[in-house]
């Protein structure tokens, strides 16, 4: 049974933006905290932005201010506003719970390269 899938990665040129998404089954999305995670080449996963059941969000230190996570609960959708977009910011991008409880799905590809 496929809980969470992640859509919406892509190839942009620095100082660009994506939107991410993640749809999630119901139970999943109306009772727990969703995060975005990201895991570059040779690097951890790490959670950069979550989001409670009621609309607070978190940001690492690293995207605050240039990301923006909402939630969409008329579709069990959380998205990512990525907003000048870094090199450093490409990775493999996953959405879970906060903490992460769901087993991992693919990811989304994002790749920030002029």
């Known amino acids: 049974q ?3 899938v992640e859509s919406g990665g892509g190839l942009v ?3 660009g933006s994506l939107r991410l998404a993640c749809a999630a089954s ?12 990201r895991q570059a080449p040779g690097k951890q996963r790490e959670l950069v932005a979550a989001i409670t059941t009621f609309g ?17 609960s ?3 959708t959380v998205f990512l506003q990525m907003n000048s977009l870094r090199p450093e910011d490409t990775a493999v991008y996953y959405c879970n ?4 409880s769901i087993p991992w799905g693919q990811g989304t590809q994002v790749t920030v390269s002029s």
Not at 97 to 100: A, F, G, L, N, V
């Open 13 to 15: 040129q620095p100082g």
């Open 26 to 37: 119901r139970v999943i999305f109306r009772f727990n905290t969703l995060g975005w995670y």
């Open 2 to 4: 496929v809980q969470l």
């Open 74 to 76: 008329a579709v069990d």
């Open 97 to 100: 719970t906060d903490p992460s």
């Open 56 to 72: 607070l969000p978190n940001y690492a230190d690293s995207v605050k201010d240039r990301f923006t996570i909402s939630r969409d």
